[in-house]
């Protein structure tokens, strides 16, 4: 069965320390994988898609295929990243259906 | 960038009536378009997919009766929740799927029934 585990609800860190949000897959074929953010009172957007490659706001996540995750990681956190982060998947030939994590509650304090 | 609108931004209704919300792309075409649900505190639920010009595929557990889908023009899906009920009270989040895959995110409608 197609699944995405994000283990964390809640991450809280102080700003300036580093943060790993994780992810961790199954799924059929090779899927393409999607990190995505809601800040407070906004709507959901894409931070980062793995094959981009793409640092965005600092944030980076590599994709591991033995491992099937694809952790999200910010080396130093800063408090408007607090936000809820979701992990989603994207099979191939699924017609565009992502599925999301449970999400991680990222609180980045003073 | 792609924009997506929803609307009405938030509906309280009586119990028994139906509501429709709107879902559109205002600067893109999108032939697929996405209904989510979302609980306070908690995830995404995937409901069903709208194509356009075809009918909508349901996830599974989601009456399709109850929540009618219909996608007529490449900028707009509507959904309507039929005969709501105060269990129906929640979240509802549209996405469209642009041309490089991505999907744009709505601002949602929440929606009270009493």
Redesign the interface.
């Known amino acids: 069965a197609q699944r995405v585990t994000q283990p964390e609800k809640l991450l809280s860190v102080f700003k300036g320390a580093p943060v790993e949000l994780k992810c961790n897959y199954s799924y059929s074929g090779s899927p393409?994988l999607f990190w995505y953010v809601q800040y407070s009172r906004?709507?959901?957007?894409?931070l980062l898609?793995h094959i981009s490659r793409e640092s965005i706001k600092g944030f980076t996540a590599d994709l591991n295929k033995g491992e099937t995750s694809f952790h999200l990681k910010k080396p130093f956190a800063q408090e408007e990243d607090s936000a809820m982060y979701?992990c989603a998947p994207?099979g191939r030939n699924q017609?565009?259906?992502?599925?999301?994590?449970?999400?991680t509650e990222l609180s980045v304090k003073p | 960038g792609a924009v997506v609108s929803q609307h009405p931004s938030r509906v309280i209704c009586k119990s028994g009536t139906s509501v429709k919300i709107e879902c559109r792309s205002l600067d893109f075409q999108a032939t697929t378009m996405f209904w989510y649900r979302q609980f306070p505190k908690q995830s995404l639920m995937l409901m069903a997919t709208s194509n356009e010009g075809s009918k909508a595929t349901y996830e599974q557990g989601v009456e399709k009766d109850k929540f009618l889908i219909n996608h007529a023009s490449l900028t707009l899906s509507t959904l309507t929740v039929t005969s709501a009920h105060p269990e129906d009270s929640s979240f509802y989040i549209c996405s469209a799927r642009g041309g490089t895959g991505e999907q744009y995110f709505g601002p949602g409608t929440r929606l009270t029934v009493t």
């Open positions: 393409e906004q709507r959901l957007q894409l898609r979701y994207l017609g565009g259906k992502l599925i999301f994590g449970q999400g």
